[in-house]
Every structure is written in structure tokens, then in C-alpha cells.
T-cell receptor, first 110, second 112 residues
Framework: QQQVKQSPQSLIVQKGGISIINCAYENTAFDYFPWYQQFPGKGPALLIA?????SEKKEGRFTISFNKSAKQFSLHIMDSQPGDSATYFC?????????FGTGTRLLVSP | KAGVTQTPRYLIKTRGQQVTLSCSPI?????VSWYQQTPGQGLQFLFEYFSETQRNKGNFPGRFSGRQFSNSRSEMNVSTLELGDSALYLCASSRTRTDTQYFGPGTRLTVL
């Protein structure tokens, strides 16, 4: 019940395309859903986050869509750029613990 | 504002040794959490400290321990190192226990 399932494991997108990463959770006690971006050799960096009382949040090219009834949330990267190539982790917070998805390796081809 | 800093950045140890990793949180942040990242297991929660007290613990053996000092700096210790302890150890800090966590660059531990 503490798991967050993330898909796909890897993703290749053309420059300018839309990257979509999906996550699902079981525990309804989760109350905060951040997305982290990690480049090789670096720690994860907070990208965008959402709380379950909101269905969508947009920051620049990054949008989180949240479906509380389905217990699913997704990250959309619009106009994907080669600089977006990184590993993306969804996460969920409950009981002061951050539970991570397994990560999606995104490659944006020029 | 300076980010989370971790020292050392890289460490090589042999089996059976022990190691201490250090984390300095963002100024004003009182909560520090530690995570282990490996290719096979992903990012796994180790423990969380707040006000010098361990508040939460992940599913790791007792060889993994930590502490937090009055200035919120934290250390984690791994005793009797095993090959499987090779990983990137990440520290994250947050202003309170429920605020967003910000990660440091990690300490890459290699156990030979």
C-alpha cells in the first residue's frame, strides 16, 4: 500500500513532442504528490508538485494531471527539449515519508 | 540560499568497514531525511530526523543508523559494510516535517 507505480520505465520523444509519464498509488492517506527530475551525478530536484484537492497544475512546459478517484497522476512535458533528457520520479508523501516511483528515463532526441 | 550539502561526495570502502556520511541542510530547515538509491531498488527511504530525534525509519537493518545535531546537521553511519551497500546516499531537508524536501547531490559509496 506504500507503493507508487510508475510507467513507462523509459521513453524516447522527438524534440518538440509531448512526454507523458504516469503514476498510480493505492494509499489514500497520501496527501502530496511531487515530481523530481534527476540528472546523472546529481540529486533529485523538485520539478512540480500537486495536492489532491487540485486536478491540474501547470508550471511552464510542465503539467501535472491528478485523478483522485482513479488514484492516478501524470506528468506532461510539452515541447520537450534535449535538455529535458533525465530520469523523472513521481513520489507521494504520507506519514511524513516520501515514497518514490521507480523512475522513467526520458531521452529527447534532437 | 545555499542548497543541501553532503560530504564526502565519493567514498570507497572495503567489506566489514564502517562509514560516516554527513549532511548539512538548507539554512532554516529542521527536518533531514536520508535515502539510498541503487539501480535495482530505486530510491528507498532510510530515516528521518527532526529536532535531533529520529521520527521515521525505513526497512533497513540496524547497521544503518543516524543522528541529528542541534544545528540540524545530520550524519548517517553504516557499520560492517557489505557489497550490497554500494549506492548513492541522498540527504534531503525540509523546513518542517510536511514541507517539500530538497535533495543534496549525494554521496557515492562503493564497497569493495
Amino acid at each position: 500500500q506504500q507503493q507508487v507505480k510508475q510507467s513507462p520505465q523509459s521513453l524516447i520523444v522527438q524534440k518538440g513532442g509531448i512526454s507523458i509519464i504516469n503514476c498510480a498509488y493505492e494509499n489514500t492517506a497520501f496527501d502530496y504528490f511531487p515530481w523530481y527530475q534527476q540528472f546523472p551525478g546529481k540529486g533529485p530536484a523538485l520539478l512540480i508538485a500537486i495536492r489532491p484537492d487540485v486536478s491540474e497544475k501547470k508550471e511552464g512546459r510542465f503539467t501535472i494531471s491528478f485523478n483522485k478517484s482513479a488514484k492516478q497522476f501524470s506528468l506532461h512535458i510539452m515541447d520537450s527539449q534535449p535538455g529535458d533528457s533525465a530520469t523523472y520520479f513521481c513520489a507521494a508523501t504520507g506519514f511524513q515519508k516520501l515514497v518514490f516511483g521507480t523512475g522513467t528515463r526520458l531521452l529527447v532526441s534532437p | 540560499k545555499a542548497g543541501v550539502t553532503q560530504t564526502p561526495r565519493y567514498l570507497i570502502k572495503t567489506r566489514g568497514q564502517q562509514v560516516t556520511l554527513s549532511c548539512s541542510p538548507i539554512s532554516g530547515h529542521r527536518s533531514v531525511s536520508w535515502y539510498q538509491q541503487t539501480p535495482g531498488q530505486g530510491l528507498q527511504f532510510l530515516f528521518e530526523y527532526f529536532s535531533e530525534t529520529q521520527r521515521n525509519k525505513g526497512n533497513f537493518p540496524g547497521r544503518f543508523s543516524g543522528r541529528q545535531f542541534s544545528n540540524s546537521r545530520s550524519e548517517m553511519n553504516v557499520s560492517t559494510l557489505e557489497l550490497g551497500d554500494s549506492a548513492l546516499y541522498l540527504c534531503a531537508s525540509s523546513r518542517t516535517r510536511t514541507d517539500t524536501q530538497y535533495f543534496g547531490p549525494g554521496t557515492r559509496l562503493t564497497v569493495l
